[in-house]
T-cell receptor
């Protein structure tokens, strides 16, 4: 499967600040990456689909101006949580599609805590 | 959109026994069904997947079955071991986007 990294692994920030999370595909070029959010003891919820060189596609209910996604290269997608609030505290996980495209491999996740 | 339901939410089995998790989906266009295992604080890891042109797939102690007519699929783990303890998620995909079930917490008692 694909090797995916995320940085940082955990971050604590003050309310109102912005946080950038990086997702890297280490062993192949990913034209599509996905961003998920997972609250404690809950399932993974797709936030957006990140397409290299074009705008991300956001799921219903996800604010595109609050969760900025940039997929500037075939190996890197970034998610910026702008003006973070305590309710944004969650586990953010990215995934990349394999060559078969439908198989997704996940990064290790970023745990965000907003105080 | 796709709606995936997963049962049971928790499952406790004796080591060596089998565990079965069942999922149903709503979108008849879904054609890809992966299963992920997630340990506490870790990333979900793909353990097995099945496509709509196949009814059953097996990989050592893990097997998945798919009934397209009834829109349900199941995960079977045989000869369970303590290291099988984790949260298991089913998912369904019709357009390369995954919709996940709510998860099943499996505890294997030694």
């Amino acid at each position: 499967g694909a090797v995916v990294s995320q940085h940082p692994s955990r971050v604590i920030c003050k309310s109102g600040t912005s946080v950038k999370i990086e997702c890297r595909s280490l062993d192949f070029q990913a034209t599509t990456m996905f961003w998920y959010r997972q609250f404690p003891k809950q399932s993974l919820m797709l936030m957006a689909t990140s397409n290299e060189g074009s705008k991300a596609t956001y799921e219903q209910g996800v604010e595109k101006d609050k969760f900025l996604i940039n997929h500037a290269s075939l190996t890197l997608s970034t998610l910026t949580v702008t003006s973070a609030h305590p309710e944004d505290s969650s586990f953010y996980i990215c995934s990349v599609s394999s060559g078969a495209k439908e198989t997704q491999y996940f990064g290790p996740g970023t745990r965000l805590l907003v105080l | 959109g796709e709606n995936v339901e997963q049962h049971p939410s928790t499952l406790s089995v004796q080591e060596g026994d089998s565990a079965v998790i069942k999922c149903t989906y709503s979108d008849s266009a879904s054609n890809y069904f992966p299963w992920y295992k997630q340990e506490l604080g870790k990333r979900p890891q793909l353990i097995i997947d099945i496509r709509s042109n196949v009814g059953e797939k097996k990989d050592q102690r893990i097997a998945v079955t798919l009934n397209k007519t009834a829109k349900h699929f199941s995960l079977h783990i045989t000869e369970t071991q303590p290291e099988d303890s984790a949260v298991y998620f089913c998912a369904a995909s019709a357009d390369y986007k995954l919709s996940f079930g709510a998860g099943t917490t499996v505890t294997v008692r030694a």
